[in-house]
């Protein structure tokens, strides 16, 4: 565990970074720093690994205060990560990889086998990438190369100073979702800044969100999002989130819908239905009466069949609808019908059985493509 304890931070232009700052950050977990750029976040992140020494207070590791620590053997035990990545151009990513175990005087087998073992788990073939340079590298590997350097002498805790702020928002997610799946495997002390709060809430066990100098408020990302300490915080969390909110909202079947089911009135005869069927493009009728109550279905084959019996109309052949859903009903209970009973599509009715749209696959797939385009068109992807 890591103590910050009555941290104020004075610089020598008599700016005051930090004010009264007291946290704990806990051991295995990632404590995620936030807050407006000049807050405060490196300042604090700085103090544990003794860049920046405190003007008053104390920073314990473990119980033992870093003051008492030499910094050199300090900064070897604690891995560092931060935005400008820091690797050594004329290195290549096996050496860059394999600075601190070298300082370390690891034995040069033991040094390539951790190199070798550290790719394979951010994805990056060792055989391809050992002996490249930084700048064969997009700018996500290069990052990954910067977080698993921060990891090659296994240390317990790990300090992550907005590194995935400069990569373009698709290398930025990956890199989360690696971090968080490397969490669980290797349980480490980390202490991640950065100022976007989604990038918080999704790493995050702890956050600490911080304002001018000072701690505004501190829990899971759950209760910070529930219950904001104040304006500032409810600023903070931020109008995009509530509308990332209505966008997962759950939609409902009549959203989805199509309004226009092609529907047949019961005394049709079976050519006529076979007309319909091949100028709407379409290989069944819903059976419909005068009040457009859902009376059956007909497919293209069972007209075909019955074809030969002058007389007969779509009533005579119609089958019974097995499944249909209520207007009002979730979509995710209409596609679960649709995929269990593979079926092409599912009748949307009223209270009084009439007949309200219909669910296709199609249609199913046109509202989720819809919300992703809107999406992506409210946050524009940067080139790459
Ligand atoms: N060496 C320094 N001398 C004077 N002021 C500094 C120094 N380093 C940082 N500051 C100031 O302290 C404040 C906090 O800086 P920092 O911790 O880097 O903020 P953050 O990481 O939250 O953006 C800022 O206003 C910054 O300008
Ligand atoms: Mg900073």
Excluded at 39 to 45: D, E, L, N, R, V
Excluded at 82 to 105: C, D, E, W, Y
Excluded at 115 to 139: I, K, N, Q
Excluded at 278 to 305: A, H, K
């Amino acid at each position: 565990m890591i103590i910050l304890k009555n941290i104020h931070k004075v610089y020598d232009d008599d700016f005051q970074a930090l004010k009264n700052i007291n946290l704990e950050f806990q051991k295995g977990e990632i404590s995620v720093l936030i807050g407006p750029s000049g807050c405060g976040k490196s300042t604090t992140m700085k103090l544990i690994n003794r860049l920046i020494a405190p003007s008053s207070g104390s920073v314990l590791i473990n119980g033992q205060d870093v003051k008492g620590i030499d910094p050199v053997q300090l900064r070897r035990s604690i891995g560092y990560v931060i935005q400008s990545i820091g690797l050594f151009p004329h290195m290549t990513i096996g050496r860059n990889v394999a600075v601190v175990p070298r300082l370390n005087k690891w034995d040069t087998a033991r040094i390539n086998r951790r190199v070798d073992e550290l790719l394979g788990l951010v994805g990056l073939p060792p055989e391809v990438y050992r002996e490249r340079y930084p700048s064969e590298l997009s700018g996500g590997q290069q990052q990954r190369i910067g977080v698993i350097r921060a990891l090659a002498a296994d240390p317990d805790v790990i300090l992550m100073d907005e590194p995935f702020s400069a990569l373009d928002p698709i290398s930025r997610e990956q890199l989360q979702d690696e971090l968080v799946r490397l969490q669980q495997e290797l349980h480490k002390t980390i202490i991640f800044v950065t100022h976007d709060m989604d990038e918080a809430i999704k790493i995050a066990d702890t956050i600490v969100l911080m304002k001018d100098g000072e701690v505004v408020q501190t829990g899971k990302p759950e209760a910070i999002l529930r219950h904001p300490a104040n304006d500032f915080v409810r600023s903070f969390i931020g109008q995009k989130r509530l509308q990332a909110e209505s966008m997962n909202e759950i939609p409902l079947v009549d959203e989805v819908m199509v309004t226009r089911p092609v529907t047949a009135l019961p005394k049709r005869g079976l050519a006529e239905a076979i007309t319909v069927m091949e100028r709407r493009r379409v290989d069944s009728l819903f059976i419909v009466d005068r009040d457009n109550r859902l009376q059956g279905i007909v497919s293209i084959y069972r007209v075909l069949d019955q074809y030969g019996e002058e007389n007969k109309t779509v009533s005579d052949v119609m089958q019974p609808v097995l499944y249909s859903v209520r207007t009002g009903t979730p979509l995710p209970a209409a596609v679960e019908l649709l995929s269990r009973h593979q079926l092409s599509n599912l009748a949307v009715v009223d209270e009084n059985n009439r007949l309200a749209g219909l669910i296709t696959r199609g249609s199913v797939v046109r509202h989720l493509a819809d919300g992703y385009l809107q999406e992506a068109a409210e946050s524009p992807v940067e080139e790459v």
